[in-house]
């Protein structure tokens, strides 16, 4: 990314996941089967398993979809996983025996999903995956994934990083804030706990970091704490990076202490609700759906800002 960097340091990596999808992996998507057609009274009725409410974010992808589902005229059968796989799958078993005309859910895990999604297959329901994807080999068992592109984010990120330093003189110091690699994303908003406590590590480690990318907001956060104890200045002694645009992100960037991030954005609704009525009507839709997102400057967060839902 940059020619000048001098270190990547890595060793510090959290034991915790990105906040959002934005902790996810890509996969493909499947063709499916569906029964292309809703109730005698031509309304569709759509289940859909939330993971939980465990953040801010996901709070605000919960209200997108059933505010998107109201104005669409979906009748919405709503469940919340609370973070448990089996009530993700017993709310899909649910929804099958009610036989809803579509099923979308946001998967607690990558993996067990193959039985239920056949069941649901057999049935003649078609799934929609939102926000997080599933390991499994047969593409077939779902019609499309919509969520964010993770690797698109992390370019975006890179882009401005490789512009703010495309004039230093000198070697440019980087550190990076990550989640391990396949889990969950985090449920109980450790990361600003644990940003703060490696970037600790790391500023002790080598004081001169020019620069920091953390993977979400709550991490930067975090480590904006740690970097103001050491005596320095988030936004201007060390330039921070970071992904998500929750609230509190936006208002660290609007006042300086963050200079870029990168959206994940949580309102897919509209475009979920848009799938789902062309699946249920039997349009091929694409095999992967990117969400709706962009990036904020400083100057941009100031006018975001006071429209921001989450």
């Known amino acids: 990314m940059l020619r000048k960097v001098s270190a990547v340091v890595l060793g510090g990596v959290l034991v915790a996941a990105t906040l959002t999808a934005c902790g996810g992996q890509e996969r493909g ?3 499916g089967t569906g029964s292309g057609a809703a109730k005698d009274d031509g309304q569709i009725t759509m289940g859909f398993s939330q993971v939980g409410a465990e953040s801010g974010w996901r709070t605000a992808n919960t209200k997108s979809v059933q505010e998107a589902a109201a104005a669409a005229g979906i009748k919405l059968q709503f469940s919340d996983a609370q973070q448990k796989q089996e009530n993700q799958i017993k709310a899909i078993r649910s929804f099958i025996s009610q036989k809803v005309d579509i099923i979308a859910f946001s998967p607690v895990v990558e993996s067990g999903w193959d039985t ?12 929609i995956l939102t926000d997080r994807a599933v390991d499994s080999p047969d593409k077939t068992l779902y019609k499309t994934f919509i969520g964010s592109d993770f690797v698109l984010e992390g370019k975006k990120a890179g882009e401005w990083v490789k512009q703010e330093f495309a004039s230093a003189s000198g070697p440019v110091n980087m550190v990076e804030l990550q989640g391990n690699t396949g889990a969950a994303p985090a449920i109980d908003r450790k990361e600003g706990f644990k940003g703060k406590e490696v970037m600790e590590a790391f500023l002790r480690a080598n004081p001169d970091i020019d620069l920091l990318y953390a993977h979400n907001d709550d991490m930067g956060l975090g480590a904006i704490e740690a970097i ?12 921070i990076v970071t992904v998500d645009a929750v609230k509190d992100g936006m208002q660290a960037l609007a ?14 609704g509209p475009q979920l609700m ?14 992967r759906v990117l969400t709706e997102e ?8 100031k006018t ?4 921001r839902k989450y």
């Open 29 to 31: 998507a499947g063709s």
């Open 294 to 301: 962009t990036t904020f400057t400083q100057e941009q967060a």
């Open 304 to 307: 975001e800002l006071p429209n």
């Open 274 to 287: 848009d799938l789902a009525k062309k699946v249920v009507a039997g349009e091929t839709v694409p095999e």
């Open 255 to 268: 006042d300086g202490k963050i200079n870029f991030i990168v959206e994940c954005s949580p309102l897919l």
């Open 228 to 239: 103001e104890a050491a005596g320095k200045k988030p936004g201007t002694d060390i330039k």
């Open 116 to 127: 239920v999604l056949k069941e649901a297959k057999d049935a003649g329901i078609p799934v």
